[in-house]
Protein backbone atom coordinates (compact mmCIF):
# COMPACT_ATOMS: atom_id res chain seq x y z
CA UNK A 1 0.00 0.00 0.00
CA UNK A 2 1.13 3.89 -1.21
CA UNK A 3 1.98 6.59 1.60
CA UNK A 4 -0.69 8.24 -0.09
CA UNK A 5 -3.36 5.32 0.36
CA UNK A 6 -2.43 4.83 3.98
CA UNK A 7 -2.64 8.92 4.71
CA UNK A 8 -6.40 8.94 2.81
CA UNK A 9 -7.39 5.72 4.84
CA UNK A 10 -6.53 7.99 8.24
CA UNK A 11 -8.63 10.74 6.56
CA UNK A 12 -11.30 8.93 5.76
CA UNK A 13 -12.69 8.72 9.23
CA UNK A 14 -12.37 12.76 9.53
CA UNK A 15 -14.12 12.90 6.44
CA UNK A 16 -16.90 10.72 7.80
CA UNK A 17 -17.01 12.48 11.28
CA UNK A 18 -17.04 15.84 8.91
CA UNK A 19 -20.13 14.74 7.58
CA UNK A 20 -21.68 13.44 10.06
CA UNK A 21 -21.10 16.62 12.30
CA UNK A 22 -22.49 18.92 9.87
CA UNK A 23 -25.71 16.86 9.22
CA UNK A 24 -26.23 16.38 13.01
CA UNK A 25 -25.91 20.68 13.15
CA UNK A 26 -22.91 20.67 15.37
CA UNK A 27 -21.55 24.10 16.20
CA UNK A 28 -18.57 24.85 14.34
CA UNK A 29 -16.10 24.41 16.95
CA UNK A 30 -17.42 21.03 18.02
CA UNK A 31 -17.25 20.02 14.83
CA UNK A 32 -13.34 20.61 14.21
CA UNK A 33 -12.75 19.24 17.78
CA UNK A 34 -14.93 15.72 16.30
CA UNK A 35 -12.81 15.86 12.95
CA UNK A 36 -9.12 15.99 15.12
CA UNK A 37 -10.17 13.44 17.46
CA UNK A 38 -10.76 11.00 14.52
CA UNK A 39 -7.61 12.07 13.04
CA UNK A 40 -6.06 11.24 16.20
CA UNK A 41 -7.88 7.38 16.64
CA UNK A 42 -7.46 6.84 13.41
CA UNK A 43 -3.88 7.74 13.60
CA UNK A 44 -2.90 5.75 16.75
CA UNK A 45 -4.75 3.00 15.19
CA UNK A 46 -2.54 2.57 12.03
CA UNK A 47 0.61 3.10 14.14
CA UNK A 48 -0.69 0.73 17.01
CA UNK A 49 -1.15 -1.92 13.78
CA UNK A 50 1.95 -1.63 11.92
CA UNK A 51 3.84 -2.08 15.62
CA UNK A 52 1.48 -5.41 16.01
CA UNK A 53 2.94 -6.43 12.25
CA UNK A 54 6.08 -5.58 12.63
Given at each position: MLLSQR???VEQSAVMAGVRGK???LDPTVHRL???ES???SSGAR???LRELD
Open positions: ASLAAGLRKLDAERA
